[in-house]
């Protein structure tokens, strides 16, 4: 169970890692700027803890949800191919650029 730092929320998160790699299943609840809200999110990592599957759905009645897998070298796709992001990232899994939209300024 997680508590978020600010605000009023809660996350009650699985890991569970085995030979396939590891799954992550998460129920999170919360408030942003003053609306609650409740999503479900699941993520799959290779056995290396590569990502290569997300997915986020909204738990507050709507039909919304995204889902993006990855072919495990910065390429981001959805079931239909709408979506398409070529993300680089560095040896720790986190992301230094992603084209258009953010790129690491600060390596500390």
Do not use: K
């Not at 003053?34 to 590569?50: K, L, N, Q, S, T």
């Not at 239909?80 to 720790?92: K, L, P």
């Amino acid at each position: 169970m997680w508590q978020p730092w600010t605000g009023p929320g809660l996350e009650s998160l699985r890991l569970v890692e085995d030979a396939d790699g590891v799954r992550v299943d998460s129920v999170t609840i919360g408030v942003h700027e003053g609306a609650p809200f409740a999503i479900r999110y699941a993520i799959r990592c290779d056995a290396a803890w590569h990502v290569r599957d997300v997915e986020i759905a909204s738990l507050e009645g709507r039909s919304t949800t995204l889902a993006l897998s990855s072919n495990g070298m910065g390429r981001w796709t959805d079931g239909a191919g709408d979506v398409s992001a070529e993300i680089t990232v560095d040896a720790d899994g986190l992301v230094v650029e992603y084209p258009q939209i953010a790129r690491q300024v600060w390596t500390g």
